[in-house]
Nanobody
Framework: QLQLVESVGGLVQPGGSLRLSCAAS????????IGWFRQAPGKEREGVSC????????NYADSVKGRFTISRDNAKNTVYLQIDSLKPEDTAVYYC???????????????????WGQGTQVTVSS
């Protein structure tokens, strides 16, 4: 069974940091582009970052550039999202997703991903 499992998020103070992980089971992540998405209450799910298979390229939403860093460890079948300088507007449920593509670059569109994790809550508040 193909499964993606995000690590537990949590409550973080503004300006703090958090590292989310996304572990795959039932399949090998090597061939997949991986995206991180988030959905805040009352808002659409948006792509925040992605990394191509084998890590050749990354992509970030403008709202997170310079604060979020995506990486992958194919040996551990895991992708990470390092989040620094957290802001209250980063509060959301964060999802990781995996998708296959003929293109070398990943996209921040939901349509590019077929497999999704269950999501993890990140709350930024003092």
């Amino acid at each position: 069974q193909l499964q993606l499992v995000e690590s537990v998020g949590g409550l973080v103070q503004p300006g703090g940091s958090l590292r989310l992980s996304c572990a795959a089971s039932g399949f090998t992540l090597d061939y997949y582009h991986i995206g991180w998405f988030r959905q805040a209450p009352g808002k659409e799910r948006e792509g925040v970052s992605c990394i191509s298979n084998y890590g050749g390229s990354t992509n970030y939403a403008d709202s997170v550039k310079g604060r979020f860093t995506i990486s992958r460890d194919n040996a551990k079948n895991t992708v990470y999202l390092q989040i620094d300088s957290l802001k209250p507007e980063d509060t959301a449920v964060y999802y990781c997703a995996a998708g296959l593509s003929l293109f070398r670059v990943c996209v921040l569109s939901r349509s590019g991903y077929a497999y999704w994790g269950q999501g993890t809550q990140v709350t930024v508040s003092s």
